[in-house]
């Protein structure tokens, strides 16, 4: 703000209770006393380039009412950054493109710009208070207004830094069960879609069929997925370092077991505390039994 005291800025400071969002909370104030239509919510551990507005305002078309971006991950430490890196420019990466390939593209909050006047027709920021999930439902309500989510081209850099093993197991079971309740049957399915569950289910059909040992095919099978993934890994980051093929191989290994226990429960811990999640995303301390959010077409029940 002093070096371009030009432009017309507010800091603020302090958050305002409308849910058990923190995040939700922490940004209504900046919200509601923006002077312009137009809403940029960005994250702070996001790295953006000088003309990211630019880059942001060329990817807009008539009918959108969200652009979002994919993440990129950068800067990680640690076994647990470094295998959040690899989620993030993988499996998340892969899961985007292809849900925005069916029209689907899902709303990530590290990037988010849409028009205020067009939020406050499902109820604006302070409606998404209810959910943990707030970009997800953001996009859901827009498309419910028969408006498109989209992906802008260009990634952006989010600043992983040093993760633990448990820092990342927490974090991605709370992607996953935010998953689970928000598209069940989806969640059902995930393990085919993994590189060992997958190549397991091939290598019976292959060997049975064309007599291909099974360790040969899994071999090959895994070989493929690993250039499929590292070509959008390096995409992404940049760069390829001499352990990531060793951290993507664990990931691989880790996603069943990490699926099954997102399975076992509906519960996450988010900040230091526990909330229990409701099919829909929705969190049940700020849930009341019977009340039916129309504007949202989700209903809050026990």
């Not at 790295?47 to 009412?65: H, S, T, W």
């Not at 943990?132 to 408006?147: F, I, K, P, W």
């Not at 499929?228 to 890994?233: S, V």
Request: aromatic content about 14%; charged content about 20%.
């Amino acid at each position: 703000m002093r070096q371009y005291p030009h432009v017309n800025a507010q800091v603020f400071l302090g958050d305002v209770d409308v849910g058990p969002n923190p995040k939700v909370n922490n940004l209504l104030r900046s919200y509601t006393e923006a002077k312009y239509d137009w809403i940029l919510i960005s994250d702070s551990n996001v790295r953006v380039p000088r003309d990211y507005l630019k880059r942001l305002i060329a990817n807009l078309e008539p009918g959108v009412g969200v652009l979002t971006a994919v993440v990129a991950g950068r800067s990680a430490r640690g076994l647990g950054g470094l295998l959040e890196a690899t989620y993030l420019n993988t499996f998340y990466a892969r899961g985007m493109i292809l849900l925005q390939w069916i029209g689907q593209a899902p709303v990530v909050g590290k990037s988010m710009l849409f028009q205020r006047s067009v939020a406050e027709r499902f109820g604006g920021v302070r409606t998404l208070a209810r959910y943990l999930a707030e970009d997800y439902v953001a996009g859901q309500a827009m498309r419910r207004l028969n408006l498109k989510t989209l992906i802008m081209t260009d990634p952006i850099e989010q600043y992983l830094g040093n993760h633990s093993m448990r820092d990342f197991w927490l974090r991605h079971l709370r992607w996953g069960r935010l998953r689970k309740s928000q598209a069940f049957l989806a969640f059902c399915v995930e393990p085919l879609f993994s590189s060992f569950f997958s190549g397991i289910l091939g290598s019976i059909a292959v060997n049975y069929f064309l007599g291909m040992p099974i360790s040969v095919f899994v071999f090959l099978h895994l070989l493929f997925w690993w250039l499929c993934d590292a070509l959008i890994y390096w995409k992404l980051a940049s760069s390829l370092d001499f352990n990531t093929p060793f951290v993507w191989f664990l990931r691989e290994l880790l996603a069943f077991p990490l699926w099954v226990h997102t399975a076992c429960g509906n519960t996450v811990m988010w900040r230091g505390s526990r909330l229990k999640l409701l099919p829909g995303g929705m969190l049940d301390s700020f849930c009341e039994e019977g009340r039916e959010l129309s504007h949202l077409g989700s209903i809050c029940g026990k």
